[in-house]
Structure formats: structure tokens, C-alpha cells
């Protein structure tokens, strides 16, 4: 049994205590007056013109969500979301090919790689928010690891080997009794989490950004690498000693440790919905109008420094009809009221000024030159 387990459970409560507000303070659900489905409503069975069916593929990160989603969403319409959980990497390169009705992604595209899309231009449209959280397992380590970005970055550079070496024990004082080498897990696949590591790696670390820095995929300079959250976490519990990073609710489906970082304020931060939150608060004024944006290593004494938007990619400019109703109809929904699922799997609901910016995007798209929202 891993001996720092015992967080999971009460990260989990805390969690769920956040949803149960959350859930409390959203009132009454509006019912929609004809036309486009009203903010908060609920959505009824597919109509004549629209698809049955939808598929999507990308990143790991927000799966656990949108499984959740696509199956409530399926209760209430009928409407049937396939998504293949492939990786970011994936899932940009899906929708760039034109393989899926929409690709998901938490790194958002380069320009170049906008260049290189099939179908016109494509449309981030923000989803929710997540910690990127830094998972362990140490056999007899009873405390809560504490990292700063040195202590991470030479985890990660191969410079610190072992858990008892000096820079970790300043902060870690148990670890001096912990003579083990680490065992340093990564992705292995195009991964929008890693994107968001190592955003935040080359932003807290010169020597980082100039060796490896910051992509979906990187050259790892040490580990092991593993398929998805799913398989990095596969990796962190099966190596004693190992050390590694994943989705929030990926650590605590499998009852892993999660590390306090020391933020940009200087104070060591636990991943929560507060602080990933917390994380966002700074951008919602600034955020470009193609809401493309980084948020890590983000001020503010309470935001967790390894957090960012996770997105779904969808063209501006649809040519099936049909589709293009459903999915604008269900970007809604998700934004909305898929928003009331987000806290109790360790999402952040997003803000309500970034829900009011995604649903300009929402109503931009079209289908044969007229608005595909509200359509049937």
C-alpha cells in the first residue's frame, strides 16, 4: 500500500463539498422560449435536421469528464458522443484531417499548426479547467511532498537522483531517511498535459526551455514514458519510488500522492477547483479573442501554478448540416450545464466571463453559409 494514499480521499471530499455549492448556487434551470436552447436549459430529443450521432477523439485529460458528459448528454437527446481518448497530439491531428467532427486538445494550436488544417479555420472553444498535478510513490513517506520548479526541473533534467538529496530535504525533511533513486515517469504519446508541463517547466526554468522545452511532445531528458494519464499513473503505481504527471482525478482514481508546489507568490499550493481557479482569475479580461492562452505559473498567493483550459476544436465553417446543429448544440450544453459536473472529477468550472467568450464562438459557426446554432 502506497503510505501518502490517504490524501486522495480527503482531496476527494474537499472536492465534492466545492460541487455541492457549486450545484447550490446555480438556482433554478431556465426553460428555453423557442429557437436556440436558453443558457441553463435543458436540451430535448434530437430534432428533424439534426445528427444522431457525433464523434470526437483527443485528449486524456478531460476523458474522465467528458465521459460523464457524453453520457448525460445521451440521456436527455439521444444524441450519441463516440470519443476516442487518444491524446492531444491525436486529436489535433484528427481534426486537422477531417477524420472526426471535432478534436479535443489542452495545448492549443500553433499558428503554423493552423496553417496545416484541412477545413478552414478552426475554433478553440474552452471546456473547462485542470490541474496538472505532480503524482508519487514513496513507500514510507507519511508527510505531503513539497516541490519548488528547481526541485521539479532538476527531477525532470536528471540533476536531482535521489529523494534524499539536499534541495529535496530543505523542503521535505522526512526524505533524508528516503535512500532511493527516482524513478521519473512521462508521457509517451502527443499529450496536451505534457504540453502544459512543460509550459510551465520552461517558464519557471531556464535551462529547461533551453534544453528541452515546451511542445506536446518533448525529447525526455530521463524516464520512463507512459500511454495517456491513464498509463503515466500506471507507471507512478507500479514503480515504488516513482514520480510522475497527471490529470488531478487520474492521481486519485489510483490513490496516489499529490505533491504541494510553491507558486510565483511563494507559497506551497495543493491542486484543488479553488486553486485552479484561482489560476484563471487573471486572464479573463485579457484572454486574445481566439482564446488561446497559457495561465501557468499564473500570480495571485492561492493559484496552483500547473493548471490550464482544456479545449474542443471544431471548424468555423461546417459543410454538413446537420452535424453542424448538433455539435454547436451541444458545445452549448457543455459550457452550461455540463458545468454542474465539473468540480466533483477535480475540474474547474470555467468563469463566466470565459463561457460568455466561448459562446460567441458558438454562434459563429456555420453550415452552407448560415448560422448552424439554433438550427434544425
Known sequence: MIASSQQAPALGAALLAVTLLAVAACGPVKTPTGGAPAQGSQP???????????????????????????????????????????????????????????????????????????????????????????????????????????????????????????????DNPALAAVDKNIVVAHRSDGSGTTAIFTDYLSTVSPAWKERVGSSTSVNWPVGLGGKGNEGVAGEVRQNQYAIGYVELIYALQNKLGVAQLKNKAGKFVEPSVASTTAAAAGVVNTIPDDLRVSIVDAPGEDAYPIAGFTYQLVYQNMTDRAKAATLAKLLWWEIHDGQQYCADLGYAPLPEGIVQKAEGKIKAITAGGQPAFGAS
Not at 492549443?108 to 479547467?129: F, R, S, Y
Open 44 to 170: 430535448g430529443p434530437a430534432r428533424a435536421g439534426e445528427a444522431r450521432t457525433l464523434t470526437g477523439a483527443g485528449a486524456t485529460f478531460p476523458a474522465v469528464l467528458y465521459s460523464k458528459w457524453f453520457n448525460e448528454y445521451d440521456k436527455a437527446t439521444g444524441v450519441q458522443v463516440n470519443y476516442q481518448s487518444i491524446g492531444s497530439g491525436g486529436g489535433i491531428k484528427s481534426i486537422a484531417d477531417q477524420t472526426v467532427d471535432f478534436g479535443a486538445s489542452d495545448a492549443p494550436l500553433t499558428d503554423e499548426q493552423l496553417k496545416g488544417t484541412k477545413g478552414g479555420a478552426l475554433l478553440h472553444i474552452p471546456m473547462t479547467l485542470g490541474s496538472v498535478v505532480v503524482t508519487y510513490n514513496l513507500p514510507g513517506f507519511n508527510e505531503t511532498l513539497r516541490l519548488t520548479p528547481e526541485t521539479l526541473a532538476g527531477i525532470y533534467l536528471g540533476e536531482i537522483t535521489k529523494w534524499n538529496d539536499p534541495r529535496l530535504t530543505a
